[in-house]
């Protein structure tokens, strides 16, 4: 369902504000690329934000694991989406009750739903985690993306799991705009889910932990994915994050118009 629309056209007729701005700027900036940037240091979190930036809808961030992190590096992740015209996705995989991912989404050293458009929980608690994480969320304009299916190897996220997280989106479509998943989601052509792929790589199909790599062309044409989220294959390699960045947009939008032709 969607195959043939334009990311232009979708975001007109989409109900969800997240979904609307993340199709529109893709439409804009003719990109379908996500960088995950899990680096360690807030210097290089930075550099590599604001290399990749004119290449990407979506930065993802994994805001825990920078040793050095403060508040500055917030204001200045907030200035680069600005900068560059992209948006911020903290990967913070919530799993708890609502009333703990509530104060983790909104507490804490990180304070993630001030400063991340788009975050993303499991759905293993049950509902409830999207009800907690609605009501801090929602009134800021932010997004959620329920993990409905893992790109790693033996991954348990299959069958009525997958399904029930569905079935869960469907009764949260003001919050939950979309899945990170291997596929795509939608059942009518009234549904129109987001799924954002991680495990996306031109020259290797795996890292030895674990992660499983396909191609843009895989996910975008094959498997009727939207956005394609890398993270070593660009920076992997601190001398080409930009050439790696353009090499991944221009794969990721050619699988798309190709997509569109279809
Ligand atoms: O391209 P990589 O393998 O270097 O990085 C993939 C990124 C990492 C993972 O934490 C994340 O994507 N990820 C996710 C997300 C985005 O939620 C889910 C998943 O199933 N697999 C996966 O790799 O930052």
Redesign the pocket.
Known sequence: MNTFKTYGERAKAHSNACARSLLELMERKHTNLSV?V?VTKKAELLSIADAVGPYVCVL?T?IDIVDDFDQDLVHQLEQLAKKHDFLI?E?R?FADIGNTVKHQYGNGIYKIASWSHIT?AHTVPGEGIIQGLKDVGLPLGRGL?L?A????KG?L?KGDYTTESVAMARRHQDFVFGF?A?QQMNQTDDEDFLV?T????LDIKG?GMG?Q?RTPREVIVDSGCDVI????????NPDQVQEQSARYRDAGWAAYLERCQQ
């Open positions: 995950a899990d993802k994994h996705f990967d995989k993303n993306l993990l299916e893992m790109s790693s991954a996220t990170i291997q954002l991680p495990g996306v790589g890292d992660q790599y989220i890398v993270g070593r294959g660009i920076y992997g």
